[in-house]
């Protein structure tokens, strides 16, 4: 017949209109600030230092490895120093600056120490360009729980890992 | 019942009563007219306000999406603060363009899109002006329409402009013609031009659309109308895919949504009128007349956004295919049937009528069968050797 073909578009056209109403598959829209999509496992955005009990006990020992290999070069790392200008075995600057920071992951997967991981955060705009998206020390610091919670299935090989390091060698690391 | 219906006409009489008793007697005419010209002052523009916040809702649920929601609640909002961004946008005028041209333009596009809606009736004695010729009325503005959207073109000195302008010219010379012809069998039938006259022949049951040729005029009355303010599938006007916006390219700011504004107001009014002509206009059982009227107005407002959703833009060969070579002969046809089911008893003029127009229709749509090539084979010369 002249004309089916224009009816049966605009059927499913309708058909659409109306189970959008009702279904979930005829409207896949999630509403960003309302509603959010589950974050996948291994998403990853922005680096956080780790830390075991209390801020002061960092992983990090400021190798300055992860700034050798970022590569756009956002990671800054001074060492600190006791009061006989002795390097100790941890940062007294840390910044990374995150409009440079390309979310590569590559910082997490040289560290030899299991001392920086990515996290979850995205929702990271600011108003100023400059200094508030320069993360100092302070800000990247999170607790162990924090990536035991975010990322389970990474947490729980890394701690396997760092047990079965530090099982043998525990005489050798209290003494440092 | 009967003050629901009447409520908006009431309004204005005790309005109108009430200024009685300290203004002059000459003074009253003038408050009359002004009142009404008032009314339809506010409604057009808010009409077609949402008129976009529905259109963009329909269309997003038709594409699996919400459309607007943020501005209030359920994005009712949402057109002012699109009259609030339109107004704010800066106004460029191209250096070459005809200045006064360029301006005049936008602004008497609104002006017959307003003035339509003047012989609409919204209901039961519900008309600003019952002109014994509203129909002829309604289809000498609607086709100066043309002009403004042509001078627009061509005071852009845009080349998109100018392509649009013509298109939409050649458009609605062809479109004119059947949508003329199609109201011609309800004139013939009422044997009137105004629109209260023609709503009134349809009482009860009786609208024309239920008739042979009611059917068929309908149809072609409404498509012609789609065509005829330029929306999807016959937008040729400003086909954006081709020629960027056609006649509103050099447009910006409250200019473009002027623009707009006549296209959706000419909607709404196309809507009414054809629901005025064959869908019984505000006939109808238990609910108020005005009511009647916008539901089977806001049906077809919302088939026209169906559309938009459903359909490509036509090629220009097919639109205007589709005016000269399909609808054109169709009405002729419905015209000549709604002068025999007049003189006709009711059972025989029902079946002659029906049985000619399904005839013409299959003998138009043989005629109009698209002209495919036969398949040629090429046979290699030296094939055989």
New interface residues.
């Given amino acids: 017949m002249?004309g089916w073909g224009?009816i049966k578009?605009?059927l499913?056209?309708?058909k659409?209109?109306i189970l959008?109403?009702f279904t979930k598959e005829?409207?896949?829209?999630v509403?960003y600030p309302e509603e959010r999509l589950p974050v996948k496992e291994r998403f990853r955005n922005f680096p956080f230092l780790i830390y075991d009990n209390k801020p002061e006990d960092l992983r990090c020992v400021s190798c300055d490895i992860c700034a050798k290999e970022c590569p756009p070069k956002c990671i800054t790392i001074v060492r600190d120093s006791d009061e006989q200008g002795k390097p100790l075995k941890r940062p007294k600057v840390f910044d990374i600056d995150f409009s440079i920071c390309m979310n590569c992951g590559i910082c997490e997967e040289v560290c030899p120490f299991d001392a920086i991981f990515m996290d979850h955060e995205f929702e990271l705009a600011k108003f100023g360009r400059f200094e508030d998206l320069n993360y100092r020390k302070e800000d990247l610091l999170k607790p162990a729980e924090h990536f035991a919670k975010i990322r389970p299935q990474d947490a729980a090989r890394i701690e396997a890992k760092r047990r079965a390091k530090a099982q043998p060698a525990t005489p050798e690391t209290k003494t440092q | 019942m009967e003050t629901i219906d009447q409520v908006f006409v009431l309004a204005k009489r005790s309005l109108m009563t009430w200024a009685q008793s300290f203004l002059p007697e000459w003074s009253t005419i003038i408050l009359s007219i002004l009142i009404s010209v008032t009314a339809i002052a506010v409604f057009g523009p808010v009409t077609m306000m949402y008129l976009t916040l529905l259109e963009r809702k329909l269309v997003g649920r038709i594409q699996n999406r919400y459309g607007p929601n943020r501005v209030g609640f359920w994005g009712l909002l949402q057109p002012i603060a699109d009259g609030v961004k339109m107004l704010t946008k800066e106004d460029i005028v191209p250096t070459n363009a005809d200045k006064f041209a360029h301006f005049l333009a936008p602004v008497v596009i609104v002006i017959p899109a307003l003035l339509i809606f003047s012989v609409i009736p919204f209901g039961r004695g519900m008309i600003a002006v019952d002109l014994s010729i509203g129909i002829l009325f309604f289809l000498a503005l609607s086709s100066t329409t043309t002009i403004w959207i042509f001078v627009a073109a061509w005071a852009s000195r845009n080349k998109f402009s100018l392509l649009g302008g013509m298109r939409s010219v050649a458009q609605m010379i062809s479109y004119e013609i059947p949508m003329v012809l199609s109201i011609v069998p309800v004139l013939l039938v009422v044997g009137s031009f105004s629109t209260v006259t023609i709503v009134e022949a349809q009482s009860g049951w009786n609208w024309f659309v239920f008739t042979p040729w009611g059917v068929v005029g309908f149809l072609i009355f409404f498509l012609t109308g789609v065509a005829e303010v330029n929306r999807t599938p016959f937008d040729l006007a400003e086909g954006e895919s081709e020629i960027v916006a056609g006649f509103h390219t050099e447009y910006s700011g409250m200019k473009f949504a002027l623009f707009y504004m006549a296209e959706f107001m000419n909607t709404f009014s196309i809507s009414a009128i054809v629901a005025t002509m064959y869908l019984g206009g505000w006939q109808g059982p238990w609910l108020p007349s005005w009511v009647w009227f916008f539901i089977k107005t806001y049906a077809l407002i919302f088939v026209m956004m169906w559309f938009r959703g459903t359909f490509p833009r036509l090629r220009v060969d097919q639109l205007m295919g589709f005016a000269w070579k399909f609808l054109l002969p169709l009405a002729l046809v419905n015209l000549l049937v709604a002068g025999i089911w007049t003189n006709l008893s009711t059972p025989k003029n029902n079946i002659v009528s029906l049985i000619i127009l399904v005839v013409t229709f299959n003998l138009l749509y043989w005629a109009n069968r698209p002209e495919m090539p036969k398949k040629r084979t090429y046979r290699y010369a030296y094939a055989d050797e």
């Fill in positions: 002249f224009v578009g605009m499913v056209t309708l659409n209109f959008s109403y005829r409207l896949t829209t509403q």
